[in-house]
């Protein structure tokens, strides 16, 4: 397989240019499946790679097909061909596409949550804990402001002088 | 005969511990100073006994005494000098006895400074020290021990893995190790004061250096890390939000809030119980995040394997858990700050809320972090969060906290009057908004680099504002020259100054992360037939491709062969480098390819060049070619970091006396 997607790889290199924005963050959105230990944009193995191309020809001004299902037939198999039929189609959004790997590969492929359930949560907890955090300040600063003016700035030395009493007693 | 002496190191020095921390408990019912100078001699033979038993460890390896399993696994005969030595950190076991190695050498510091100091609170930083160490003895032990005699045949041993054959990783992991050991010490005098009462700045006038001195090898060995991944892991980037890297930033975060809060509790005898609270987090964060990455429950290509010992980790997170709630409930009034806060435009209250959000920032990257274990409970998989989703929701924290590094030293103690408000604030809000145009007219509309840029421009006037206004001031009043009076106002308050300049560092790396948004990468590949391709203004062109080996580069080559590729580089037509990427295959790990990365670095932008694959027969080369933006300033910035941290570090002979 891997001299298979490099030779693939070699054959879209002809056309030298920059990966665009939009290939870039949705690499980010999805896990490399080798390992599952980062997004396949930080992977160089053969099946991020594979994702890589297969994403790269879905958003391809030249959308071709074909040349779509013959990569997806190295990386993966024969039966995903017919799940690549119904799915894979000119202009896809990233959800489309994101979702189509899901199709393949399980939820776990994803690297940022669907906005529901438990992903709900993933999404709005941190704005929560922002506005908490900051509640949290205004609250601390209040208790803060409603104490008597310096209760009892005598107390500022007390331990030194309790160490030293203790060392002294301690014959030190 | 190594793994008996090796082995015998460890149990007694565990068996000292042991006894260290009965006879502290002795001496405080008893009293009986004979028994407390016992106690402290027991615990100092401990930390001989551990050090002795991770020299060891570190003569096994150097000599490549495949006797030990553990140097089979993390070295050969072949793997070069230095990086024999750093097979000390390189796998479970070794990592394991360097915790308690460099715990023994902070406790024999702590010990000695304070050996004739301080009767009341050292029997409580002995017993707290006691038990963190007895804890990881027992585990190297009963565990984990390094100096497992090898079962079977001795082989030629397995070489380290090539990934950690990088400069960076001899020193990110001591680093690591220092920053969150380093916080056992402050932590374990918190402990102290709770339970002897002392619960004034005391204990926080005594620590501060350690805290200090720790936080600053935090934030090394986390950039440090950085370094590593961006030129070891060859994906481009310095920080993918992996749990592992997330693991050393807990700490490091909470640490942060808890070496500005202590300002305000020495200065104004405030946010007490706070900043136990705080100490107390990032000491059991440290722990956790060993335990994060030793338990196997999130997958990171960082992490060590997993193993049984997430039982033993948990129980003592979960120990200390206990046992900082149970002292902050049972000291609950002696816990009350002493001073007033007299209004919300106060450099305390600036204070609070920077404190606030580091806090926040940690939970939300321990809530990213552990996301993948309440999905896994819940839904039976482990969907990890990736870094889009850690950039999305904390860029929003840190430019709050941006934004908070400037506002708060333009505060005064107690309350700002509206006036001092204008005065302080018209200048540095009228840079910052010029800053912003200058930015937007070279192009840049992205809206977090923007605002950024915005916000470091607003910083920068704040802190060189304070600069000028003391230098001003001393001018004035003394009549020296500007050099001097520069000098002399850093000298009078090393604390202070240091901590702009920290600042400064701070500045430098958020201008560095800005450039990621602008990063460019193309996959390309170069033949003798097809040997150039352009990108933006420069162009690539393969020279040369060629292999080397052990045998014709016995020095150079010690444990690896390789293919490199001469690329030269031309800038808007000119020569401009040469780079030479390569791709390592390495002989005595099962013939395990790595590339290794070549880079040209300016302070603009760096060339970053991986070699994919190179056929020797055609010459045909895969290459990914990168070009990231200000990089360098991230690393510069942790330079001016370090810098800042030493002269705050400095003795203040007036606060000494």
Redesign the interface.
Known sequence: MNKFI?LF??A???C????SQRQ??LE??L?APC?????I????SPIANGIKLIIKNIISDEFDKNKINNTLLQVYNKNVLDYSNKFIKQNMTDEEIINFFVGIE???I????ENKG?GWV?WK???F??F???L???I??NR??A???????N??????E??DD??KK??? | MISIFGSSLISLAFLLTITSLGLNLWYLKSKDSRVYVAGRNAMISACLLTFSAGGTLVYALYNSDLSLTYVNKYSSVFTPTIYKISGFWAGMEGSLLFWVFILSIFAIIVLYQNRNKYVSLMPWVTIVIAIVMSFFLFICLAFENPFAPVDGPIKMGSGLNPLLQHWAMLLHPPMLYLGFIGFTIPYAYAIAAMATQQLDASWIRLTRRWSLFTWMLLSIAVVMGGKWAYMELGWGGYWAWDPVENASLFPWLTGTAYIHSVIIQEKKNMLVRWNMILIMLTFTLTIFGTYLTRSGIVSSIHAFAATDLSIWFFGFVMFLVSLNIGLLIYRHKDLNSQNQLDSFASREAGFVFNNMIFVAMMLVVLWGTLYPVMTEALRGVQIRLGPTWFNQKLIPFGLVLLALTGIAPLLAWRKTSINSIKRNFSLPIVLSFITGIITFSLGIRKVYPLITIILIGFVLSTILLEFYRGTKARLKSSGENIFNVFITIMDKNRSRYGGYIVHIGILMMFLGFTGKAFDQEADVSLSPENNTVELAEYSFELKEYWQESPNSHPKKRQNHKAEITSIDIYKNGAFYTNLKPERRIYIDQNSQPHSEVALKTTLNKDIYIILGSLDLKTGMATLKIRLNNLVSWVWLGTLVLIFGTLIALLPNRKLDE
């Open positions: 490099y790889l070699i879209s290199l002809f030298v240019e920059f990966k870039y963050q980010q959105q896990h390992c599952w230990g980062g997004v944009a930080e992977h160089d399980g939820e776990k994803r690297a940022l949550p438990l993933a907890l941190p704005t804990i922002l908490l955090s900051i949290m300040g205004i601390i600063i803060f402001r104490l008597p003016k310096e209760i009892n700035q107390k500022k030395n007390i331990s030194f309790k160490v203790e060392m301690m014959g030190f």
